[in-house]
């Protein structure tokens, strides 16, 4: 008898293989991913697409089963993260709380806002409400997580403990510390959106495509997180499979800009291409102010006697959004532009086309004339970049 408990503990009713353990493990934790960025995340929280009921119960029973995830506190944590970005109310900002705050205590983070009431009437709207949900998800977490844990031992023995454990802070580690902190700190930014969102990684997949959360912050209700042709979202790969066999239904993807090339003549479909458009258009325009900036630099160095320390902070603050610069920042671009004509226009007519859009009270004919003279003015400026970019926003079709 004390034989067959021992065996028992040490091998579970599997008697599986290390290798075999740990396969199992990737699987269980890359399912809790799929299911947090595809139901909780696109579905539920931005109506990015709608998922058929088969899924859907699998997900929600799932991150119950394996995280203790409810689904009305997840959305509407999150929506109010989007609500509040970068302010004293988002509820884990590594802007406002330090980076150091939201990666090792992210998890507690995402507790202690759940507590919040108000939060979650004002927010959480739109989530389940049935059966299930309020007798048997809500309110009875821990329920699903030791039912894990007497799982993972019985077909794996002793080991399954440190299988559930890696489950258990899988996503604390990878939604609460990496995405909700290293995703508004340190990356790469294919646009300027009005938060601190990067890109982590061009290719999606350790956790679900999330990754790619500057994309998300700039389309937030797509219900696709790629958008450059180096990068791969295996979120929406699975969304696409479920799709094909009609157990999922895309509602909304981040637009994607047509041309005619050739186009010169600016009309009302250009204007409303660029206003639909505008994250590409100043993330192309970004890498013209590149240009203009390379065109600069050895002026800048050699005539203008400027430090090197000076100028690459200074690059910085050119790609930073304007209306979000502070007193000593524009201060500094100030002592720049008086050593370049180039760049000073370049931040100005940045200012100017990011205003056409903003003008909501300006009719359509006002603001095509303003398009029209900013582009008359752009390429007589005698600045190359700012000429060409010019002319690829005459062809926005």
């Not at 934790?29 to 998922?51: E, K, Q, S």
Request: net charge neutral; proline share 3%; hydrophobic share 40%.
């Amino acid at each position: 008898m004390l034989d067959a408990v021992l065996d028992f503990l040490s091998n579970g009713l599997t008697r599986a293989s290390g290798w075999t353990v740990f396969f199992y493990a990737l699987a269980v934790t890359h399912i809790t991913i799929a299911a947090v960025t595809i139901y909780l995340h696109r579905c539920a929280t931005h109506r990015g697409l709608d998922l058929h009921p088969i899924p859907s119960h699998f997900f929600r029973f799932w991150l119950w089963l394996t995280s203790g995830m409810v689904t009305k506190e997840w959305v509407a944590i999150h929506r109010k993260h989007h609500a509040k970005c970068e302010t004293e109310d988002d509820p884990h900002s590594p802007v406002t709380r330090g980076i150091k705050k939201v990666f090792f205590e992210g998890a507690e983070l995402y507790r202690a806002e759940a507590k919040n009431m108000e939060t979650m009437e004002k927010y959480g709207y739109g989530t389940p409400d049935d059966w299930l949900e309020r007798h048997v998800y809500t309110g009875r977490s821990a329920t699903g997580i030791v039912l894990m844990l007497i799982i993972n031992v019985m077909l794996f023995g002793v080991i399954g403990v440190s299988v559930w454990a890696l489950q258990m802070a899988w996503i604390p580690i990878t939604a609460a510390g990496i995405i909700n902190g290293i995703g508004h700190y340190w990356g790469y930014r294919n646009y300027e959106c009005s938060d601190a969102a990067t890109n982590i990684f061009p290719i999606g997949i350790l956790i679900g495509g999330e990754e790619l959360h500057n994309n998300h912050h700039t389309f937030g209700t797509s219900a696709k997180l790629s958008s450059k042709w180096y990068e791969f979202d295996i979120g929406w790969m699975y969304i696409r499979i479920l799709e094909t066999i009609g157990l999922a239904t895309v509602k909304k993807v981040a637009p994607e800009p047509k041309f005619e090339h050739g186009k010169m003549h600016l009309d009302f479909n250009t204007l409303q291409s660029v206003i639909s458009n505008r994250y590409d258009v100043t993330a192309k325009y970004a890498k013209s102010l590149k240009l203009a900036w390379h065109d600069e630099i050895e002026h800048l160095k050699e005539k203008a006697n400027l430090e090197s320390g000076f100028l690459k902070s200074t690059k910085k603050l050119l790609h930073r959004e304007p209306a979000k610069l502070e007193a000593p920042h524009k201060e500094q671009l100030t002592q720049l532009f008086a050593h370049s004509k180039a760049l000073k226009t370049m931040h100005e007519m940045r200012v100017e086309l990011g205003a056409i859009w903003e003008r909501s009270h300006a009719s359509r004919d006002q603001l095509l004339h303003q398009l029209q003279d900013w582009c008359v003015r752009a390429e007589a400026s005698g600045i190359t970049a700012l000429r060409d970019f010019s002319l690829r926003l005459r062809s926005y079709a």
